[in-house]
T-cell receptor, first 115, second 111 residues
Framework: NAGVTQTPKFQVLKTGQSMTLQCAQD?????MSWYRQDPGMGLRLIHYSVGAGITDQGEVPNGYNVSRSTTEDFPLRLLSAAPSQTSVYFC??????????????FGQGTRLTVV | GEDVEQSLFLSVREGDSSVINCTYT??????LYWYKQEPGAGLQLLTYIFSNMDMKQDQRLTVLLNKKDKHLSLRIADTQTGDSAIYFCAENDNQGGKLIFGQGTELSVKP
């Protein structure tokens, strides 16, 4: 198993550009989430999904879109990049509710800079 | 809404014990977690505790949970320089696997 795979690892965008951060997991987890990490603020939830076809907003959803057409993939789209979106982005997947192991598995992160 | 709070920095000497503290607001949390993040890396689960437990020990790690005060702590015995990292407390709010994280405590271990 590869676990959670995020691409790209690094990205520089110009203000106004759009891009998609990819996240894939091969553990058949129902729950997937996107977080952003900023210094002194921990990880803040952007969007999450409880299964294919179902997504919902987290704490800081503005400027981001998500979709979940398959269990494996949960891409995060930046519609029009802004400098405030400079951050490190983490994708996570969690086993289905009721599992004894509720560990969240994280990707290695995408470091995004918007200039 | 849910909130998780941690102090931002902790500095200890190698061989001492480290205690990292966390407070949370959601009394319905089922699981509470400690994650470790090394520089440039993702988050690694260190340990977790069910909300119906008071203590959990795992080798050098001891987790204490005070449900009345909504206070969670992580004690690292015999702290080593390899323990230097950011430690995140997190709670599961039972809504589709959402994890709510604290700000992270940066642990610095001096030789």
């Amino acid at each position: 198993n590869a676990g959670v795979t995020q691409t790209p690892k690094f990205q520089v965008l110009k203000t106004g550009q759009s891009m998609t951060l990819q996240c894939a997991q091969d553990m058949n987890h129902e729950y997937m989430s996107w977080y952003r990490q900023d210094p002194g603020m921990g990880l803040r939830l952007i969007h999450y999904s409880v299964g294919a076809g179902i997504t919902d907003q987290g704490e800081v959803p503005n400027g981001y879109n998500v979709s979940r057409s398959t269990t494996e993939d949960f891409p995060l789209r930046l519609l029009s990049a802004a400098p405030s979106q400079t951050s490190v982005y983490f994708c996570a997947s969690i086993p289905t509710e009721g599992s004894l192991n509720t560990e969240a598995f994280f990707g290695q992160g995408t470091r995004l800079t918007v200039v | 809404g849910e909130d998780v709070e941690q102090s931002l920095f902790l500095s200890v000497r190698e061989g001492d014990s480290s205690v990292i503290n966390c407070t949370y607001t959601d009394s319905s949390s089922t699981y509470l977690y400690w994650y470790k993040q090394e520089p440039g890396a993702g988050l690694q689960l260190l340990t977790y505790i069910f909300s119906n437990m008071d203590m959990k020990q795992d080798q050098r790690l001891t987790v204490l949970l005070n449900k009345k005060d909504k206070h969670l702590s992580l004690r690292i015995a015999d702290t080593q320089t390899g323990d230097s990292a950011i430690y995140f407390c997190a709670e599961n709010d039972n809504q589709g696997g959402k994890l709510i994280f604290g700000q992270g405590t940066e642990l610095s271990v001096k030789p």
